[in-house]
């Protein structure tokens, strides 16, 4: 059996993610607009660096309008599985029995 890969997105790129999702499409300018509404401050060049990493591991797009870049998402079901799998995968390697009640319990209050 062959490395299993793990496919984690990090708490900021999942920010960025679900400010995108909402907005369908936007600019690093109104993203970062949108970012300091929930995070307070947070600065024009994190926001580019997160989308640049987002954009070379395939989960966002750009768009070209004249001289503006435009981002959007470009995650597919299984994409969002796999996303899913990595962290059950990696809680059920490093805490098995705990994270599998913990698991249970919390989709049981959903």
Do not use: W
């Amino acid at each position: 059996m062959g490395r299993r890969r793990i496919y984690i997105i990090g708490p900021l790129e999942a920010e960025v993610i679900a400010a995108l999702r909402a907005l369908g499409k936007a600019t690093a300018d109104k993203l970062v607009e949108e970012l300091r509404k929930v995070k307070g401050d947070i600065s024009y060049t994190t926001v580019l660096t997160v989308l640049s990493r987002l954009y070379t591991r395939g989960l966002v797009e750009k768009e070209k309008e004249g001289n503006r870049t435009y981002f959007k998402i470009n995650i597919s079901e299984k994409v969002v599985e796999e996303i899913v799998d990595s962290y059950l995968y990696v809680l059920l390697q490093a805490f098995n029995g705990e994270a599998r009640e913990m698991i249970k319990r919390k989709i049981s209050c959903q």
